[in-house]
């Protein structure tokens, strides 16, 4: 068997994963997993890495860029838990090593990975950069696991894995509530220590503008601010929980420079996750027409929208909300708005919103209905539809492709866009049937904002639903109405949080936690490697110390030590 296993270190690693699979099968002995998400095959040997000496990390086939993060980055981690120095330099008598096969050998949007463990070497192996970012990411996780004496024993293993979708997402709003640049970081290093890769940036919204547009200033200076009292709220049938607080309104907000921007995205891909910015249109604008009021139905300036709105009923004459699409000076502002936003962002998706649009405005605006007849537009769904096939025309001679919210399929959603579905799985069927790539994210269990736990001391959330731990891991992202070539199309799923309620770090850490990780392994995970009560034990062989030391909140229900 030890032979059988060693003999793998020398395995043709660009055989297709169900050989291998095959193989490790044969070959391997089981090995309850501590990692998270759950490997595809974790198999254990006799031998074992002792972290006793000096230990070299060497690498092949990375790029310039790539091992200029990755060589640092592993080598900083493993001197800081274990206290053994890791030389860069020169191969040692024992080494971890880093190998990111032949160019030719690279399959596009493979993300496997293998991990190997014996005595004199720890290899990580893959076929993409992604790939192996996650397997320095299984290492950590199964050395934080055995660092409880010095020096480290790590048991031998071998583990092959890749995730069972492509798109395994967390949209973040920072309009509601803002979030410093290195909040987001530390967000950024949540989700890819679970392995997620798309990072969707809520980054405009009725409440605030947060991303400097150099062509247009006052997106920020005016746009990025509103009047904010202290303990307003914004949901009104929330309303019974608070009260605003009887002292004088302060300015609230803030924005990211581009330069700002640029690091995140760098600091976002050298961790495998793609950032996708929404710049939500053409509602949910207020924020961009309280700075801009000419490209509104009516004109004229009204007050920047802030949270005390919410706490009864919107009086929409006060609020611009819509953007006009009669006015063609608002497709120019919103092209050259995108134009800066396509050079900052890299990836292939923008997310343009196209949700919850209120057409009154539309109904009683002589330019929209000027518009809607030169057009031959039956009804304001179809000048919604109009209003978001120019705009995704124009990115996509960008070669952008579109991401919308599924309100884009009222009137006819634009044909290459994708649908974000989050009203339940309706939208994601009709969808799906209309040829569309789909991104399931359901509000319910799906929404991290909403409570996730019934208890009466669960800090203030929205009371939609209550999406629990267990909930949100065995969600099925695959509608069972739809047939294989439906669920063909859709592309995974992506867990979302707004920040009505969520004013600091600490909050969304305990919004995030432990359901992140749950999401994660519904995502990774095949239906057969997926199983809660495990999954629970494994959160407590190590994740939640790594969170305790690493001084991050999260919610603790299954915090139970007794499960080792």
Same mark, same amino acid.
């Given at each position: ?6 003999? /793998?270190?020398? &395995?043709? @690693? !660009? ?6 699979? $095959?193989?490790? %099968? ?113 290492? /950590?996780?199964? &050395?934080? @696991? !055995? ?6 024993? $790590?048991?031998? %293993? ?130 961009? %027409? ?275």
């Amino acid at each position: 068997m030890e032979n059988c296993l060693y003999s /793998l270190s020398g &395995f043709n @690693f !660009y055989f297709k994963g169900n050989i291998l699979l $095959l193989f490790l %099968l044969l070959c391997g002995i089981s090995l309850q997993s501590q990692i998270i998400p759950n490997p595809e095959v974790m198999n254990m040997n006799s031998e074992s890495f002792m972290f006793d000496s000096k230990v070299g990390l060497v690498y092949k086939n990375l790029s310039k860029a790539d091992r200029g993060f990755l060589i640092p980055y592993l080598k900083k981690s493993i001197e800081k838990e274990s206290g053994i120095i890791v030389d860069t330099g020169k191969k040692q008598p024992k080494n971890i090593i880093l190998e990111i096969n032949t160019k030719s050998a690279r399959e596009q949007n493979d993300e496997s990975y293998q991990l190997y463990i014996d005595r004199t070497k720890i290899h990580l192996r893959a076929n993409s950069y992604e790939g192996l970012f996650y397997a320095t990411q299984s290492l /950590l996780q199964y &050395f934080t @696991f !055995y660092n409880t004496s010095i020096p480290v024993k $790590l048991p031998g %293993l071998t583990v092959y894995d890749k995730p069972a979708v492509n798109w395994r997402g967390m949209m973040l709003d920072v309009s509601r509530h803002f979030y410093s640049v290195e909040a987001i970081k530390r967000v950024l290093d949540l989700i890819a220590y679970y392995k997620l890769n798309v990072f969707h940036w809520h980054l405009t919204d009725n409440e605030g503008w947060r991303i400097q547009i150099k062509k247009y200033p006052k997106l920020t200076t005016i746009g990025a601010w509103r009047n904010e009292i202290p303990g307003s709220i914004f949901y009104k049938k929330d309303s019974s929980y608070t009260k605003p607080l009887a002292i004088e309104p302060y300015p609230y907000g803030g924005f990211y420079t581009q330069q700002q921007i640029k690091e995140v995205v760098k600091y976002a891909r050298e961790r495998g996750v793609m950032v996708i910015p929404e710049i939500d249109l053409p509602g949910h604008s207020a924020a961009a %027409l309280t700075a801009y009021p000419e490209y509104s139905c009516e004109g004229y300036r009204h007050p920047a929208p802030n949270s005390t709105l919410w706490n009864g009923k919107v009086d929409t004459d006060k609020v611009n909300f819509n953007y006009c699409p009669g006015k063609e000076s608002s497709f120019i502002f919103i092209e050259d708005i995108l134009t800066e936003v396509m050079e900052l962002f890299p990836s292939r998706y923008i997310h343009i919103g196209g949700d919850e649009v209120d057409k009154q405005y539309w109904q009683r605006c002589d330019e929209c209905q000027q518009r809607m007849h030169s057009e031959r537009l039956k009804d304001e769904n179809e000048l919604q539809s109009y209003f978001l096939k120019r705009v995704t025309s124009f990115l996509e001679k960008n070669n952008r492709t579109v991401i919308g919210w599924d309100d884009i399929l009222e009137g006819g959603a634009p044909e290459s866009a994708i649908i974000m579905s989050w009203r339940g799985e309706k939208r994601a069927i009709n969808g799906a049937k209309q040829n569309h790539h789909v991104i399931m994210s359901p509000s319910n269990p799906f929404y991290f904002n909403r409570y996730q736990d019934d208890s009466a001391k669960e800090p203030l959330a929205a009371s939609y639903s209550i999406n629990t731990l267990q909930r949100v891991y065995e969600y099925n992202i695959w509608p069972e109405q739809l047939d294989e070539n439906g669920k063909g199309l859709i592309k995974g799923g992506q867990f979302a949080v707004w920040t009505e309620f969520i004013s600091s770090l600490e909050h969304l850490e305990y919004m995030l936690l432990p359901r992140l990780p749950a999401f994660s392994e519904n995502l990774w995970s095949l239906d057969q490697r997926k199983n809660y009560n495990d999954f629970i034990k494994r959160l407590n062989q190590g994740h939640y110390d790594v969170w305790k030391r690493s001084g991050i909140r999260f919610h603790p229900k299954y915090y139970n030590k007794s499960v080792y």
